[in-house]
């Protein structure tokens, strides 16, 4: 499903005849995070009960890149108690993102619906890399001890991507599931529309993520 959404917001951009490149990879110069970007990183996974040494991203690999710009679109699995979490980090007192009070609002608001998506054992326990880091995963839906190590390596991940990708000299947009547009007179839920949008939805979202940039 994430996959197909993030084809339609492709679409969306054809629809408007916006130039932009898809499936972007970053390479991560280590040496601009060295010093402070180190210690954010460190802080913020002692807090997620992180074992040893904090990992580091290689790469960062991106749906969609326009100039300067990076959009990413982050469905229901991004939104819980280890996020949040995340989000209180000196990362953003250090730097400004249009979306972060947003994003602290919905942590907070749809955890329930991440426990209803995120407990498949690939999300909820992750890849092997999130055992390392942070201890076997409690049973699906119990977040009490280590709770769910794939959720948590997620939320240190998004993390990483909002703090190298500033380094890196790009301002990342990040595009909730649950952000609302004016359409037809009402308001209606992202990811509800770019299940199935005709040409003018497109075009409308489209304007709407050029807006974001700008």
Same mark, same amino acid.
């Given at each position: 499903?994430?996959?197909?959404?993030?084809?339609?917001?492709?679409?969306?951009?054809?629809?408007?005849?916006?130039?932009?490149?898809?499936?972007?990879?970053?390479?991560?110069?280590?040496?601009?995070?060295?010093?402070?970007?180190?210690?954010?990183?460190?802080?913020?996974?002692?807090?997620?009960?992180?074992?040893?040494?904090?990992?580091?991203?290689?790469?960062?690999?991106?749906?969609?890149?326009?100039?300067?710009?990076? @959009?990413? $679109? +982050?469905?229901?699995?991004?939104?819980?108690? =280890? /996020? &949040?979490?995340?989000?209180?980090?000196?990362?953003?007192?250090?730097?400004?993102?249009?979306?972060?009070?947003?994003?602290?609002?919905?942590?907070?608001?749809?955890?329930?619906?991440?426990?209803?998506?995120?407990?498949?054992?690939?999300?909820?326990?992750?890849?092997?890399?999130?055992?390392?880091?942070?201890?076997?995963?409690?049973?699906?839906?119990?977040?009490?001890?280590?709770?769910?190590?794939?959720?948590?390596?997620?939320?240190?991940?998004? @993390?990483? $991507? +909002?703090?190298?990708?500033?380094?890196?000299? =790009? /301002? &990342?947009?990040?595009?909730?599931?649950?952000?609302?547009?004016?359409?037809?007179?009402?308001?209606?839920?992202?990811?509800?529309?770019?299940?199935?949008?005709?040409?003018?939805?497109?075009?409308?979202?489209?304007?709407?993520?050029?807006?974001?940039?700008?």
């Amino acid at each position: 499903m994430h996959q197909l959404l993030v084809s339609r917001i492709l679409q969306a951009l054809d629809a408007c005849d916006l130039p932009y490149e898809a499936n972007v990879t970053l390479d991560v110069h280590f040496s601009r995070l060295r010093g402070k970007g180190e210690e954010l990183l460190s802080s913020a996974y002692d807090e997620l009960g992180g074992k040893a040494d904090f990992p580091l991203l290689r790469q960062l690999r991106l749906p969609v890149k326009m100039g300067k710009h990076l @959009l990413v $679109y +982050d469905d229901g699995n991004h939104f819980n108690r =280890y /996020r &949040l979490l995340t989000l209180k980090s000196e990362v953003y007192q250090v730097f400004n993102f249009s979306w972060h009070a947003a994003y602290l609002r919905l942590c907070r608001s749809h955890e329930r619906e991440c426990l209803l998506s995120g407990l498949q054992e690939r999300v909820w326990a992750g890849p092997p890399i999130a055992r390392s880091c942070f201890g076997s995963a409690e049973s699906p839906g119990d977040l009490s001890g280590s709770g769910a190590p794939g959720w948590k390596l997620n939320a240190y991940n998004d @993390l990483q $991507y +909002d703090l190298i990708s500033r380094l890196e000299g =790009y /301002r &990342l947009h990040r595009i909730p599931a649950y952000e609302n547009l004016m359409m037809g007179g009402r308001l209606q839920r992202i990811d509800k529309l770019l299940l199935r949008p005709d040409d003018a939805v497109l075009r409308a979202i489209g304007t709407w993520l050029l807006r974001k940039m700008n």
